[in-house]
């Protein structure tokens, strides 16, 4: 059964960094595209990050632009979020998930892993 776990979440004050990953099992994460999305309250999901599986290219969203970067280790079967210059407005619940065909639609999420930026 495909199942990802999030790790690498909790609290950091403004301006400091947190590196999130995301492990896979039962399936190979290299195949698929994986994203990074957040959920904060009262607010909806929204996508941060993806990484393609043909290219490995990849996509931002404009708020993370240049602070965030998403990247993989297919021999750990795992992709990563790195998060530099964190910022209040990051704080949020982050999940990766896995889209099978690329189309958009992701089949697969972790359960999420909170992200506090406070001081």
């Known amino acids: 059964q495909a199942q990802l776990a999030e790790s690498g979440g909790g609290l950091v004050q403004p301006g400091g960094s947190l590196r999130l990953s995301c492990a896979g099992s039962?399936?190979?994460?290299?195949?698929?595209?994986i994203g990074w999305f957040r959920q904060a309250p009262g607010k909806e999901r929204e996508v941060v990050a993806c990484?393609?599986?043909?290219?490995?290219?990849?996509y931002y969203a404009d708020s993370v632009k240049g602070r965030f970067t998403i990247s993989r280790d297919n021999a750990k079967n795992t992709v990563y979020l790195q998060m530099n210059s964190l910022k209040p407005e990051d704080t949020a619940i982050y999940y990766c998930?896995?889209?099978?065909?690329?189309?958009?639609?992701?089949?697969?999420w972790g359960q999420g892993t909170q992200v506090t930026v406070s001081s």
């Open positions: 990484i393609s599986s043909s290219d490995s290219s990849t």
């Open positions: 039962g399936f190979t994460l290299e195949y698929n595209t």
């Open positions: 998930a896995a889209d099978y065909d690329g189309n958009g639609s992701y089949e697969s």
